[in-house]
Every structure is written in structure tokens, then in C-alpha cells.
């Protein structure tokens, strides 16, 4: 049984990771909901450590124990990566596992739906083909983005980050956008490679045998539900359970993330600027709903892309060089204006929280972390099989 005993250290100060925390970049409101999430006593998944370097801890067989804020920061990123690793691991599943059984039981129930067991494509009723896509890519999202609000319990406008918005976070998040999309674009336009739609709308599908609803349908969920979906999930509660252990740590580990859970090798890329640039823009606005646009406005630039390359005509490259041209052109104007605003206010974006652990000692720690490795390790085997093939 242990017993706090009074030790002098005069030149110690005293410890409390939750009040040195720096709350003065968001809302008063997300603030307070976020500190008094931190304090509760029951709450396994806070970084939570005080200590009086005047006190000290006598534990039987051990001594006289003061306790380490090392030691804290490793036993909360455990248990959160531990949490975050099991919600991946239902994205996989979902992906991969359940997908195909869904299929199976459809078609033996007599449904016009089949998977090729090689290749993984689905053919069938257009219908059926469209339903299943939808049904799986919405599941593998929303199902782990519940488990983790469900787990953590972190207050709504935290978990949802929903503070006034600022005008500039917003506007510079667009502009960065949609320059990074024109610059991902530049090598293959002129290469002479086409926006390959399967891969646009991660689907193993035949598409171009859908009439125009239903491509219509589809690109509409692709563009709208599922940017909102993956918002929930990256910047919703895994952003804000990260952001106890520095705002750099979070926007690391989430891109990471996002990049472990790439279907394509070819979607590695475009995740880390659309995870950048929508955490970003979050901070900065204080509102997941600009990381929610970020993504919106990624998945409609390359909608567009794809639709003006599908005319055949001679006049096709005019038609997308000008386009590019404009969205490039009009991203910096918008990144200008963004600077412009910056004049006139300042405000500070990212919170630094560093003690005895290093940005990099996080970081590698919570990649050790089961399930979470299991994951980056499945998922790198996965990538480089689907690179190969």
C-alpha cells in the first residue's frame, strides 16, 4: 500500500500536462469541452499527469517513486493507438473480407452480382454493382469512425470540431488545393495518360457499362458522402484524441494513416495533400467543415478532369489545359488573399507540446503499438502486391 511523503526540491517545478497545454487556438467553448474531457478521472484515454516535485510516492518493494511524464505520455498513446489500430483493422476487413461474403450471399440468394476471385472485379446488374459499391465503401468508413467516437466519448464539438469559423483557414485551405491538384496533374497530362476512373472512384467495377444516373448517382456519393465520411473519421475523433500530444503529432499520424488505408498505390500521393491541407485548414478555420470542403473540392477537380478527357475530340486538350490553367491561377489568387488577411490578424495554428518524449519518439512508439502495427504492416504488403501486380 502506497503512502505520499513530502520531499524538498526547491529547483523542480511543478508538472501538470493538461493546464500548460496550449488551449488559445481554438474557441473558448472547444477549449473548455476539450480540458474537461482531459480531467476526467475515469478516462483512459487522456494524458493526464501532475506532479509536485516536492512529493513523492512510496511504493512497497520499490521505494520512494516520483512518477514520469515519459512514462504517462507512453501508456496514453497505447491505449489510443491500440483503439485507433482496431478501427483500421474494421476498414481492412470491411474492405476486403466483407465485401466479398456480402457478395457471395448476393449471389446465392440469386441476385445478379459476382467478384472475380483474381482480379477482385465486380460485374453483374448495374443496380446490383451500385448498391454493393456504395454499401462497402460507406461501411469500411462510417462503421470505425462510430467505434472511435463510441470509445473515446469525446464531447461533439470536439470530436467535430465546430468553432466560429475563420474566413482565412477556409480560403488558403481552397487555394492550396486546388494548386496541389493542378500540380499532381501536370505530369500526366502531359504524358498522355488519362484520368483512369476505376481508380478515381476506387471501385473494381466495369463503369463504363453504367447508363448516366447511375454514374451520376455514384459520383454524387463518391464526391459528397464519402468526403464527409472520411472527414468524421481522420479529422473527427483520431484528430482530436491525437491533439493532447501536439498539433504536428496529430496532423503525422492521421495523414499516415489515411496513406495505410490507400486502396492504390496511385492514392498515396493525393491522401498525404488532401490530409495536409484539410488538418490545416481545420486548425487554421477552427471547423472540420474546411477540411470537409478540402476534400470535396479534391474529388470534384478530378471528376472534372475525368469528364473533360473523356471527349475524344482534338479540342480536349485545350479544353483541360484551360481548365487547369484557371483552377491553378485562381488558387493563388485565393492563397494571396489568404496572406493579405494574415496582415491584418494573426493567429497561432499549430499547438507544440513536447516533454521528455520528441515528436519522433511518438511517433515511432505509436507504430509499435498492437493492433496498429499489425495494420501498417498489412498494409504495406498490401500495397507493394498491388504495385507489383
Not at 526547491?10 to 493546464?19: G, L
Not at 488558387?331 to 494571396?336: E, K, Q, R, S, W
Amino acid at each position: 500500500m502506497g503512502i505520499t511523503e513530502i520531499r524538498d526540491k526547491p529547483n523542480d517545478r511543478k508538472i501538470n500536462v493538461i493546464e500548460e497545454f496550449d488551449y488559445s487556438t481554438q474557441s473558448k467553448s472547444y477549449s473548455n469541452s476539450f480540458k474537461a474531457w482531459r480531467k476526467q478521472k475515469e478516462n483512459p484515454f487522456s494524458f493526464s499527469f501532475e506532479m509536485n516535485p516536492k512529493e513523492s510516492i512510496y511504493v512497497d518493494g520499490r521505494g520512494f517513486m516520483v512518477g514520469s511524464v515519459q512514462a504517462a505520455e507512453k501508456e496514453a498513446l497505447i491505449r489510443i493507438f491500440y483503439i485507433i489500430g482496431v478501427a483500421a483493422l474494421m476498414w481492412i476487413v470491411i474492405n476486403n473480407v466483407f465485401s466479398k461474403l456480402m457478395i457471395l450471399l448476393m449471389s446465392l440468394a440469386g441476385m445478379n452480382i459476382h467478384i472475380n476471385s483474381f482480379t477482385g472485379s465486380l460485374y453483374g446488374g448495374h443496380a446490383e454493382t451500385v448498391t454493393v459499391s456504395v454499401v462497402i465503401n460507406l461501411a469500411k468508413i462510417l462503421i470505425p469512425a462510430i467505434y472511435l467516437l463510441l470509445r473515446f466519448r469525446l464531447p461533439l464539438n470536439v470530436s467535430i470540431m465546430n468553432s466560429k469559423h475563420d474566413s482565412q483557414g477556409l480560403v488558403s485551405a481552397i487555394g492550396i488545393i486546388l494548386i496541389g491538384c493542378t500540380l499532381l496533374r501536370l505530369s500526366a497530362a502531359y504524358s498522355g495518360e488519362t484520368v483512369e476512373i476505376y481508380n478515381f472512384l476506387r471501385l473494381n467495377t466495369d463503369v463504363s457499362v453504367w447508363n448516366q444516373s447511375e454514374f451520376i448517382l455514384y459520383s454524387v456519393f463518391h464526391v459528397l458522402i464519402l468526403a464527409i465520411a472520411e472527414e468524421l473519421f481522420f479529422r473527427g475523433a483520431m484528430f482530436a484524441v491525437l491533439r493532447q500530444f501536439g498539433d504536428r503529432f496529430a496532423v503525422i499520424m492521421t495523414t499516415l494513416t489515411a496513406v495505410l488505408l490507400a486502396d492504390k498505390v496511385d492514392d498515396i500521393v493525393p491522401v498525404i495533400l488532401v490530409s495536409l491541407t484539410a488538418a490545416y485548414g481545420m486548425l487554421k478555420s477552427g471547423s472540420i467543415f474546411t477540411a470537409i470542403v478540402t476534400n470535396i473540392i479534391h474529388r470534384m477537380y478530378m471528376l472534372a478532369i475525368f469528364v473533360i478527357e473523356a471527349d475524344s475530340s482534338n479540342e480536349m486538350i485545350v479544353t483541360r489545359n484551360m481548365f487547369m490553367i484557371l483552377m491553378l491561377c485562381f488558387g493563388a489568387i485565393l492563397l494571396l488573399f489568404s496572406w493579405l488577411l494574415s496582415k491584418v490578424r494573426y493567429k497561432k495554428t499549430f499547438v507544440d507540446v513536447t516533454y521528455e518524449l520528441s515528436l519522433k519518439d511518438k511517433v515511432l512508439h505509436s507504430l509499435k503499438v498492437f493492433p496498429y502495427s499489425a495494420v501498417a504492416a498489412i498494409s504495406i504488403v498490401y500495397i507493394i502486391v498491388r504495385a507489383v501486380l
